[in-house]
């Protein structure tokens, strides 16, 4: 009886365990684009996806601070992804969404293109970024590359057949001394607006 209690607790053991390691080899995350190109952040990193509304102005703020917006009493500075990185538009677009995101208990809104969808990936689809990745940001801010194979059935498929998304590393692209002034200021005027 004591063995076969032993082999239950066993079996169940084994079964989280295999769980934990299918959980671990998946990782999720929100899909968008800026100027025709595919990035993501993990969900992990997102608190909130907007639709984009108007931005108040800041006066003196960075170039790429759009300014800010009020979000149920939190007070979000909305980043320009565009002007961040000193991209040269290939095509006009209208930011359609804002991503929340929190770091260093700031609130931080991101305009994105278009956010596309949550996708789960494995988590060895993700590759060192290359050296020589043609990709419009610099490469401090990036995490890596997912790199998705769109047919696998096809068996004579190519390099051309995957997808590419450039993975973003949030937290690093908003922890900057620029946005850190940015929210001090907003902190002094208002010290009640970023509590929760």
Same mark, same amino acid.
């Given at each position: 009886m004591a063995e076969d209690m032993q082999q239950i607790v066993a079996s169940v053991a084994q079964q989280s365990q295999s769980e934990e390691q299918s959980q671990i080899e998946t990782m999720q995350l929100i899909v968008f684009t800026l100027d025709g190109e595919e990035y993501a952040v993990p969900i992990t990193d997102i608190n909130e996806i907007l639709t984009s509304q108007e931005v108040t102005t800041m006066p003196n703020a960075p170039a790429f601070v759009s300014? &800010? &917006?009020?979000?149920?009493?939190? &007070?979000? *500075?909305?980043i320009d992804l565009e002007k961040r990185f000193g991209l040269q538009r290939e095509n006009q677009a209208v930011s !359609?969404? &804002?991503i929340l995101t929190e770091v260093d208990k700031s609130t931080f809104g991101v305009? *994105?293109?278009?956010?596309? !969808?949550v996708l789960t990936v494995p988590k060895d689809s993700v590759k060192t970024t290359p050296e020589l990745l043609s990709t419009k940001i610099n490469a !401090?801010?990036?995490s890596g590359v997912?790199?998705?194979d769109e047919d696998k059935t096809n068996e004579s498929k190519t390099s051309e057949d995957s997808r590419l998304i450039v993975l973003?590393?949030?937290p690093k692209l908003l922890q900057t001394d620029e946005l850190l002034t940015v929210t001090t200021a907003i902190d002094s005027i208002s010290p009640s607006a970023n509590s929760v």
């Open positions: 300014g &800010i &917006i009020n979000v149920r009493g939190t &007070i979000a *500075v909305v !359609e969404h &804002i305009l *994105v293109d278009q956010v596309l !969808e !401090e801010y990036m997912v790199v998705l973003l590393n949030l």
